[in-house]
């Protein structure tokens, strides 16, 4: 049995199909109606019908514009049109759409509409999958990965486009570098044409190396994620696949590799891996490949990275605040020299602060302003350093990010995501939600959405998760603190879903959590 959602503004329409598609094919079934494109959107996110039959005007959200919301999800698009909007029907073939239906509508059109469509599903389901899937999934990757609950219930359409016998899952994350700088040359001018240039090339090398073993995922931006399930795609292979892009279509890419695992169900955290790998291209510099798996250190339990003396810098650079930052990157280094960490360690925790205090930067668009206020280079970070050389860095680095920060303040106090945020970070021990912030910043919920994902790079729900559970992992060090105390003061009413919440995005549950810390105060004490 197949799914239909009909959208249309009028009511005899939708009464008129909802009664008719059944009769015309059994094979049909209408299981929802819906008079405008926004809530049909959020309908497929949710039951992701196989066809969506909408109206070409509709207010708050017309048919074409929702066809083009609907290009990534794995379903097909029938317009519905009368004569005086005929040019737009065909328009919208060209755009992706199965067919359209000349209002009055007729049922013998509608019949042959569902039986050709019918047909088609048959066919590709009948079909082998190739190495390069269908783009049309990249929204159900993208939602179900970057949330921390499947509301949808997307893990379960998904689990199947995973490849037959697939042992060692690995997520790739590719990002274009100096995207703006490559759109705005006059070779190219498009951002669409730049991605596509490049996953062209990546899809012959992957195809060439392995049919059928990886699968596009989706991208974000200057980004896109790939999921490999051979172990040829090692680093060697991405290092000649960088060569090749750079050779082919003249774009410098950098790649970061995640951890691995046989379970599907870990894919989200195998992306954060990859995501994080790929920051350290800010650090190595661009067009290399970072594997997650290079930091995997056997006493990194036994030390423990210094996440509060991190926060407290973060928050000094956040506020201005030189003599507080320059003291914890004192404090800092002085803790790593006392615990007597080895270099790999050592190293390691180093770049993590600097992609941490890296951030704050990035968060303004402003990071490459604070390296050419820099007297010194990266290039610190490709040999061993000492100690003092690496604290002789981070002061300088730090006094170029206040300085950057503060010339960006006073350039952006007004702006839409500066004023969201303030809100965000005030309110997110409340029960807020994105149409509250969208309220605040004077935007529909809607476009505030796309917005703060463009301008982030990441969802208002991940964002605000992310910084609720920051906000937990400090408060649990606070012995006296009941969990469901923390987890009232963060946001979350419900006990229960903010410890899944929390071991879902921290790996481990806030008891485990709480009892490492436990364990690493009384070793220190010791």
């Not at 790939?226 to 410098?252: C, H, M, N, P, Q």
Request: hydrophobic share 40%; with cysteine; glycine share 6%.
């Amino acid at each position: 049995m197949y799914k239909v959602l009909i959208v249309d503004d009028e009511p005899k329409v939708r009464r008129g199909l909802s009664s008719l598609v059944p009769k015309l094919d059994p094979e049909w079934e209408v299981v929802g109606t819906t008079t405008n494109g926004e809530e049909a959107l959020q309908f497929v996110k949710k039951l992701l019908p196989d066809l969506v039959i909408t109206d070409i005007r509709m207010p708050r959200m017309n048919g074409l514009d929702l066809l083009g919301e609907l290009k990534e999800y794995p379903l097909q698009v029938v317009i519905l049109s009368g004569y005086g909007y005929f040019e737009y029907a065909r328009t919208a073939i060209q755009f992706g759409a199965f067919d359209f239906l000349l209002k009055p509508l007729k049922p013998e059109a509608i019949r042959d509409v569902l039986g050709r469509l019918s047909a088609q599903l048959k066919l590709a389901a009948q079909e082998p999958r190739t190495g390069v899937p269908e783009l049309r999934y990249s929204k159900l990757w993208k939602e179900w990965m970057l949330s921390p609950d499947d509301e949808q219930g997307h893990a379960s359409k998904l689990k199947p486009l995973i490849p037959a016998g697939a042992e060692r899952l690995r997520i790739a994350a590719i990002d274009i570098d100096a995207f703006d700088k490559v759109i705005s040359e006059d070779q190219w001018g498009d951002r669409q044409l730049v991605a596509f240039a490049v996953r062209n090339v990546l899809h012959e090398l992957l195809a060439a190396r392995s049919a059928g073993r990886f699968r596009y995922l989706y991208q974000n931006g200057s980004q896109m994620y790939y999921l490999s399930a051979d172990e040829s795609f090692s680093r060697e292979f991405w290092e000649g696949a960088i060569e090749t892009i750079a050779r082919s279509v003249k774009i410098s890419v950098s790649v970061g590799l995640s951890d691995e695992s046989s379970n599907f169900e870990d894919m989200p955290s195998l992306l954060a891996n990859a995501r994080e790998s790929l920051e350290n291209k800010w650090i190595h510099g661009e067009g290399k490949v970072s594997d997650y798996r290079d930091f995997r250190l056997e006493d990194l339990l036994r030390i423990g990275y210094p996440e509060q003396l991190e926060m407290r810098i973060v928050r000094a650079i956040r506020g201005g605040d030189a003599s507080t930052a320059y003291a914890g990157l004192e404090e800092f280094v002085l803790k790593l020299r006392e615990s007597k960490a080895s270099f790999r360690l050592f190293q390691r925790f180093c770049l993590q602060l600097l992609a941490s205090l890296l951030k704050v930067s990035h968060e303004q668009k402003a990071s490459h302003m604070v390296f050419r206020r820099m007297s010194r280079s990266t290039e610190l970070f490709a040999r061993e350093f000492t100690a003092d050389e690496f604290l002789g860095f981070m002061r300088e680095f730090v006094e170029a990010s206040l300085q950057v920060l503060e010339w960006s303040r006073s350039q952006k106090q007004s702006r839409t995501l500066d004023k969201a945020m303030a809100y965000i970070r005030d309110n997110y021990a409340r029960d807020i939600s994105l149409d509250d912030v969208a309220g605040h910043v004077g935007m529909s919920s809607s476009y505030f959405s796309t917005y703060f994902k463009q301008e982030t790079e990441t969802s208002f729900v991940e964002f605000l998760t992310r910084l609720r559970m920051d906000a937990a992992k400090s408060l649990m060090k606070d012995t006296d603190l009941r969990l469901y105390e923390i987890a009232g003061m963060v946001g979350y009413q419900d006990v229960k879903y903010f410890s899944r919440l929390f071991k879902k995005t921290m790996n481990a549950t806030p008891i485990e959590y709480r009892q490492f810390f436990d364990r690493k105060e009384d070793g220190n004490a010791k």
